[in-house]
Nanobody, 120 residues
Framework: VQLQASGGGSVQPGGSLRLSCVAS????????MGWYRQAPGKQGELIAR???????NYADSVKGRFTISRDYARMTLYLDMNDLKPEDTAVYYC???????????????RGQGTLVTVSS
């Protein structure tokens, strides 16, 4: 299973970015997907998660500013980030709970990250 994240970059405070993550490989079903970020010198944080039924959860730090969504047909996860702040600077990783076969339990996979830098 591969998770390829993209869309990171440098933006000024108050700006917006859209991250994407494409899942590929031996995938029978994806139970949930999410975005995890790791800032320098800080503990990693799961900031947004979406389940196969569409239920979403957000960390308080991004609630109201970030929106997670998923295109099931394209096996792509998105994160729309608005009103970005310097404290949002981090490497953002895509997570997925993937079932690789019928009756198999889901396993968690994490892809390579994409760097988001927010500064003036």
């Amino acid at each position: 299973v591969q998770l390829q994240a993209s869309g990171g970059g440098s933006v000024q405070p108050g700006g917006s970015l859209r991250l994407s993550c494409v899942a590929s490989g031996n995938i029978f079903d994806i139970k949930a997907m999410g975005w995890y970020r790791q800032a320098p010198g800080k503990q990693g944080e799961l900031i947004a998660r979406i389940r196969s039924g569409g239920d979403t959860n957000y960390a308080d730090s991004v609630k109201g500013r970030f929106t997670i969504s998923r295109d099931y047909a394209r096996m792509t996860l998105y994160l729309d980030m608005n009103d970005l702040k310097p404290e949002d600077t981090a490497v953002y990783y895509c997570d997925a709970d993937v079932q690789t076969g019928y009756g198999e339990p889901p396993y968690e996979f994490r892809g390579q990250g994409t760097l988001v830098t927010v500064s003036s």
